[in-house]
């Protein structure tokens, strides 16, 4: 990408600007670009960082739309699985799953055979086009003991046996989401993060762009687009209510724990036992009192760590509800516990608890009972033509899953508002920047060789696991100094080169991008003081922040863990 520029949003009319870079904004310019559209993309904050960071990292296949009849729905997850295998199989893994089968009405063994039977036939081309690594092997039924060894813990009582299936793991998110910034910039789009969408620039009704604030220098920007997107996730609200808008999509809190228990290779899923304190029962300390969500919960192995969502609230939300709610996160615990006896979490195993704010179903009021919140299941679109502000339409997605497919329709909806073609664009088949299986490592030998330079064996294996192609530019950059081919802490293969990779080719712009999500080192909880001062100091100096700037980036990065570990 190039380096970021606020300048490149000022000089020309687009045909689209997409508010919102989280991962159903980047698809949607994405797209957009793809179909030959001048496409411009701003973030409030640094792409991905918001709901498209905290999210279970599971690709879906759409089972539990299967099992609730929602048959279109399990078509597209299934198809969208795929099609992130197609398009960035380097950054996904497959994960098998069990769940136990009970003498139960809705999880016996005849209903998940039948679920299955529906499964293999909508998902008979799973594995089309996809590298034999990637192949997904069939859903099946297992036997009571095999269930039992490959579930240790499983609730036994009432248990025939467990079922089995396989979907993807985006082991390395982060990366997923700049590959789509990358893909979209490759097509000609403008991206630019930390800066936000403050009013909307109007021609009558008509939205004409938006009022834009770089977040970085505070200057303000008019930024003049045919038709404004807004892909804005738990500030879709805010963002309508710029345009003028009176629309209220309702919101929730969803959750993830990041855990340093060890989780072996098999995904589980297990009901939370209905009895577990509830949110609302645990904050008035009546945790006696049986209640329950009773909610399918799946703990999935994460690099080697148990990693357990997703918990929701019962409640409707605001936007910016994120922060570590300690009663919140004892519900969860309970919960875990519940579905998952043989972990025995405690709130010192937690590193990391993933929030996000997320779209819930319309309350449906219920005589005597106040309204609960469910997670919306279907995207959603709004042209605003309808509400009287033409120029602008809004997009709510779901899931992370099949935010590529929910993209490429808001792009075609652009498209059909714009007069431009509405033909399916290759968003689907062709592979995203960086995203591709390759000798990654011969790579690596050979540029070392072509800049004369020795590269040690872990630091090849860290780079090419987490950079793919661009294996190549990180060491070209080790070539340029030595303090930046020198490993950030002794007896770790990080190395700085990839801070100034972060910097110069991947636009980020604070210590928290850098460490938490284009390094990943501080993925899946805080890397530690060390690594961290050692990362602030080369940022520092490529990006020239004095002292006082230095140490409260250092500050934001151990702020955003506040709360997170016990
Ligand atoms: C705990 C949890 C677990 C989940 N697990 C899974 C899973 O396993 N699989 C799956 O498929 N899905 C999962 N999901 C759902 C998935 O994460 C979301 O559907 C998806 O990430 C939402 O992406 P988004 O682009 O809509 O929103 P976001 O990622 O929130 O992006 C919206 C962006 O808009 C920006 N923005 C807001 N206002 C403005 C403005 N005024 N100007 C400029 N920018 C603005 C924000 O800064 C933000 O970056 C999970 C979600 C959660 C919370």
Known sequence: MQPRDFAVLGDTTF?????????????TALDAAARGLSVALIDAG?????TSFNHQRTAHGGLRSLQSARL?????????????????PRLLRPIPFMVGTYRSFVRNR????????????????????????LHLPPAKLTSRA?????????????????????????????????????????????????AEAVSAVKDGTRIVGMRVRDALTAVEADVRARLTVNCAGAGVNTVMGLFGVRREIPLAKAMNLVTSRPASEMGLAAPARAGAASLAEARSAKADKPAGTGRMLTLVPWHGRALIGTWHSDDFRRPGDVTVDEAEVAAFIEEANSAFPALKLTRSDVTLVHRGVVPASAPRATAGRP???ELLVSPQFFDHAGDGAPGAVTVVGTKYTTARAVGARAAAKAARILGASTRQTDTATAMLPGAGIADHEALTIETARAVGLEVAPPIIRHITG???????????????????????VPGRPIIGAEVIHAIRAEMACTLADIVIRRTELGAMGHPGAEIVEACAGIAAEELGWDRDRRDREIAAVNSFYAGSSA
């Open 15 to 27: 045909d689209v600007l997409v508010v919102g870079g989280g991962i159903h904004g980047l698809a």
């Open 46 to 50: 640094d792409f991905a960082a918001a």
């Open 72 to 88: 279109g729905q399990a078509r597209e997850s299934i198809h969208e699985r795929r099609a992130l295998a197609r398009i960035a």
């Open 371 to 373: 309204a609960r919140a």
């Open 146 to 194: 095999a269930t039992l060894k490959l579930f240790p813990g499983i609730r036994q009582e009432r248990l025939t046996g467990g079922a089995n299936w396989y979907d993807y793991q985006i082991v390395h998110t982060n990366r997923l989401a700049i590959a789509f910034a990358e893909g979209a910039a490759a097509r000609g789009a403008r991206l630019v993060n930390y």
């Open 110 to 133: 005849l209903a998940l055979r039948a679920a299955f039977r529906l499964d293999r036939y909508l998902g008979r081309r799973r594995n089309e086009g996809l590298e034999p690594e």
């Open 466 to 488: 987490i950079y793919g192609d661009r294996c190549a530019a990180i060491v070209r950059l080790m070539a340029e100094r030595s303090d930046w081919r020198m490993p950030l």
